[in-house]
């Protein structure tokens, strides 16, 4: 079963706006990682934040982890036509053998 | 980091038949992992690739259906057996090693079932 599930499930935002996804999670993490997939393709990881970190940035990304409400958000500022894709939070479990769980996924659409 | 190849990039296959799917890594990684991606779905782990070893199932797969090997570490397939229309999927091929680090993906093989 899934481990996170994320909101919203699709956003369509205009170029240059900011664009933000949320990610819920159960159980007690390791760390909290990020991908972005286009158009069915493989997965590129964006961003890691391990679970005793609050904020991370990454250029135009920005994540926030909070462990007592296992949730993060991943921001996404001056969006581009180019950042297009569906975006996967995923996490590696304290109890487990390393394997990443994914969440829903948010469809996110840049318009020009 | 890691570049994946992973082929055939897409097939076409008629039911009943068999789907060998290749997953090179250009480098030694600790851990390999095969996920399903349903169409419009996210992805779903079907094993862990153990090398020289079986593979760990997740619930809901098992070995008789999706036979996995691990030569060495660089390298894996898997087969999805005695396929049903039900197994069109993306099949994506994953690796990294051990600490927290991003896992590197292939392209993904893009299953037709008919």
């Known amino acids: 079963s899934q481990q996170g599930e994320e909101d919203p499930q699709a956003l369509s935002i205009q170029e240059g706006e900011n664009a933000t996804m949320n990610c819920s999670y159960k159980t007690s993490i390791n760390n909290l990682q990020w991908y972005r997939q286009n158009s069915g393709r493989g997965l590129v990881h964006l961003i890691l934040?391990?679970?005793?970190?609050r904020e991370k940035h990454s250029g135009r990304l920005r994540v926030t982890l909070d462990t007592s409400k296992k949730s993060s958000s991943l921001l996404i500022t001056a969006s581009r036509a180019a950042d297009t894709a569906s975006y996967f939070c995923?996490?590696?479990?304290?109890?487990?053998?390393?394997?990443?769980?994914f969440g829903q996924g948010t469809r996110l659409t840049i318009n020009p | 980091s890691a570049v994946i190849s992973q082929k055939p990039s897409r097939d076409i296959c008629q039911r009943g038949t068999s789907l060998t799917i290749q997953c090179q890594v250009d480098?030694?990684?600790?851990?390999m992992f095969w996920y399903r991606q349903q169409p419009g779905q996210s992805l779903t782990l079907i094993a862990t690739a153990n090398q020289g070893s079986e593979a760990t199932y997740e619930s809901g797969f098992v070995i008789d259906k999706f036979p996995i090997s691990r030569p060495n570490l660089t390298f894996s397939t898997l087969t999805v057996s005695n396929m049903s229309p039900e197994d069109s999927s993306i099949y994506l091929c994953?690796?990294?090693?051990?600490?927290?680090?991003?896992?590197?993906f292939g392209q993904g093989t893009r299953l037709t079932v008919v």
């Open positions: 995923a996490t590696t479990l304290i109890q487990g053998a390393q394997k990443l769980v």
């Open positions: 480098s030694q990684v600790t851990m």
């Open positions: 934040i391990r679970s005793n970190e």
């Open positions: 994953s690796a990294r090693d051990r600490g927290p680090e991003g896992a590197f």
